[in-house]
């Protein structure tokens, strides 16, 4: 196995053994079999199986193209989007970085009047561009936020030069989105038709924004198409995802129904964000599901640490070590070790942090919570490609292995529904006046 990532698995073999895994190497030919010949439930929405096909490299070169003109015109990028239209991006802006991080600023993730007041006046004086992205092109978080800059941007720049800083990610053909995009002469780029946007980060979704940063976005894609040539085999004894889907499946079997996703490098926040994305709206559904939570240790050691040591035994916890590749940084000798910290005076942070990793998941583990790993070597661009299409195809098996359509999410309607009643959006007549008698106002 040549991918950049590996999933360890030493220490569960009190609650899962490999043999245990083994045994379930038909069910996963069988949602293999569905994967790859789009046989199974929700088999539209496959395009992200094939990263390379996904994003031809013709389209690539533009997203490239397109960031640096965007960069060069601007001090700020606001990405606008929710959900799988800003998490990925999000994620890997923040995890790997990019001489131009700085410059972004995500939006369109709420509907506070404070935080878009506040977004406004931090603006003033910057130049301005906006990617706004929005395969639905209707969604009213990002639609709110998207005509507050628009608007914004308009009165600084005019209308004109204001419509060459906006880059609209949407779908093909349809949405309000589009037909702004196309009415204003915005720059636009696709969501695939085939592609969710939980799947969607390294379509343009995501790309845009990761290019603008200064992050390298073919050796993201090259890295995730590689893996994705590795994770073609069925065999457990080869795919490490597909293993990964099983543990999960087994561990909830046996009752453990929240799996924590846990990291020690607060860069990884937004990644842990992502997948708890990814799996929640695949999973939980037809009243199944595995929970997925997720810590940012050491800092939630001090909270949330007390509960996964000695709650309720309902949680088994994945652990993202990074083994290597970090900062150069080592604690001093201080001659009258007032803080009494001398024992650790020469060793790396690094290092005491990897001794903070070990120490908790033995501490984890003893308290009943079964644990397990998946260690990259360092984090960059090939490691997070390999990592986020290890992550898309796990969920993907594990999904069809829960038995459900891991590729809808028809629980995110219910809120809007009402949300629109009770806004009086045009076609809801019927059900405001229903909604207002049951929340018994007037
Ligand atoms: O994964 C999903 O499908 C959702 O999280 C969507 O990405 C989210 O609801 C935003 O939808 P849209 O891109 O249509 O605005």
Redesign the pocket.
Known sequence: MSIPIKLDTSYLAQEVTPEEVYSWQAHVDFCHEMLHTRSGAGSDFLGWVEPKIMMPAAEVDRISQVAARLRAGSDVLVVI?????YLGARAVIEAIGGPDKDRIIFAGQNISAHYHKELLSKLEGKRIAINI?????T?TE?AIAFRLLRNYLEEKAGKEKAAKLIAATTDAKKGALRNLAVEQGYETFV?PDDV???YSVLSAVGLLPIAYAGIDIKALLESAAKCAEELKTADLKANPAYYYAVLRNLLYNKGKGIEILASFEPRLHYITEWWK?LFG?SEGKENIGIFPASVDFTTDLHSMGQWIQEGRRSIFETFIDIEGGEPDLIIPNELNDADGLNYLAGKQVHEVNQEAYRATALAHREGGVPNSSIVLPKLDEETLGAMLYFFEKACAISGYLLRVNPFN?PG?EAYKGHMFALLGKPGFEKQTEEIKKRLQIG
Request: cysteine-free; charged content about 15%.
């Open positions: 989007g929710i959900g799988g239209s992205i929005s395969k639905s092109g969604t990002p969501v969710g946007g939980r994305q709206e999410q995110v």
